[in-house]
């Protein structure tokens, strides 16, 4: 088994991530009749490795205790002759998936809250290899037409900067949506953005607050024109 990579920046743990990933896809799918028979029942407990050279290897677990990485699913050849072929394809996947973030989350141990962020982000915008191997085509994010929109949740903003509630969040919103505002935070109670709740933002310090935590509901938005955060309004006010 190879040492543990030196990558330590999001983008040299994504590329890490990436090798792995397309070693693990190209084991399930291009290569599969091979790997098939490399995963002998009869054998010892045996894993499935990407390694960052984008090369796979079927061999047994690290002897080393800790290993220099997080290990991968252990005994994957036991099932083999067990179950459908497809399914057991599919488990394998389930199990690579999660390993591969695992690894990636290791490697940036001492990333900050931001970057942890940015690389999940990267990661999230490749199909998993379950999504591969089982030919599931993952929701593709829309191009948003206005790249400087505010809007969050059900709540959009005019042309006139006058806030409008949209009463249903429909599911081509929420995908022009999500990649665009997967790091906006409630500047009351710090939650993560939900495109299922109701946001509103403040036309002064342009922060965004769950409705609930401000106690502005989707009809109350309608009327106003210019909205205020408690923050702001209590500095107006000083």
């Known amino acids: 088994?190879?040492?543990?990579?030196?990558?330590?920046?999001?983008?040299?743990?994504?590329?890490?991530?990436?090798?792995?990933?397309?070693?693990?896809?190209?084991?399930?799918?291009?290569?599969?009749?091979?790997?098939y028979g490399l995963c002998d029942?009869?054998?010892e407990n045996l894993c499935l490795y990407g390694h960052s050279s984008e090369t796979w290897e079927v061999a047994l677990p690290a002897e080393e205790v800790p290993p220099e990485l997080p290990e991968p699913a252990?005994?994957?050849?036991?099932?083999?002759?067990?179950?459908?072929?497809?399914?057991?394809?599919?488990?394998?996947?389930?199990?690579?998936?999660?390993?591969?973030?695992?690894?990636?989350?290791?490697?940036?141990?001492?990333?900050?809250?931001?970057?942890?962020k940015r690389l999940f982000s990267l990661i999230n915008d490749l199909p998993t290899v379950f999504e591969v191997v089982t030919e599931r085509k993952p929701v593709k994010e829309k191009p948003s037409v206005d790249s400087g929109s505010k809007s969050r949740g059900s709540i959009k903003?005019?042309?006139?900067?006058?806030?409008?509630?949209?009463?249903?969040?429909?599911?081509?919103?929420?995908?022009?949506?999500?990649?665009?505002?997967?790091?906006?935070?409630?500047?009351?109670?710090?939650?993560n953005y939900?495109?299922?709740?109701?946001?509103?933002?403040?036309?002064?310090?342009?922060r965004w607050y769950h409705g609930k935590c401000v106690k502005i509901t989707p009809a109350k938005a309608d009327s106003i024109k210019q909205y205020k955060c408690p923050s702001c309004m209590k500095r107006s006010r000083s």
């Open 194 to 206: 939900n495109a299922d709740e109701f946001w509103i933002g403040c036309d002064v310090c342009e």
């Open 41 to 43: 029942p009869d054998k």
């Open 74 to 116: 252990l005994g994957i050849n036991f099932a083999r002759d067990g179950m459908n072929r497809k399914d057991w394809l599919s488990l394998v996947a389930v199990h690579s998936d999660s390993w591969l973030l695992s690894v990636a989350f290791y490697l940036g141990a001492r990333l900050n809250r931001n970057e942890r």
């Open 157 to 191: 903003r005019s042309s006139d900067g006058q806030m409008k509630s949209n009463p249903k969040l429909t599911e081509d919103t929420y995908e022009d949506e999500e990649e665009d505002h997967t790091e906006t935070l409630c500047g009351s109670c710090g939650g």
């Open 1 to 35: 088994m190879e040492m543990a990579s030196s990558a330590r920046t999001v983008e040299e743990i994504f590329k890490d991530f990436s090798a792995r990933r397309a070693a693990v896809v190209r084991a399930l799918t291009y290569d599969v009749d091979s790997f």
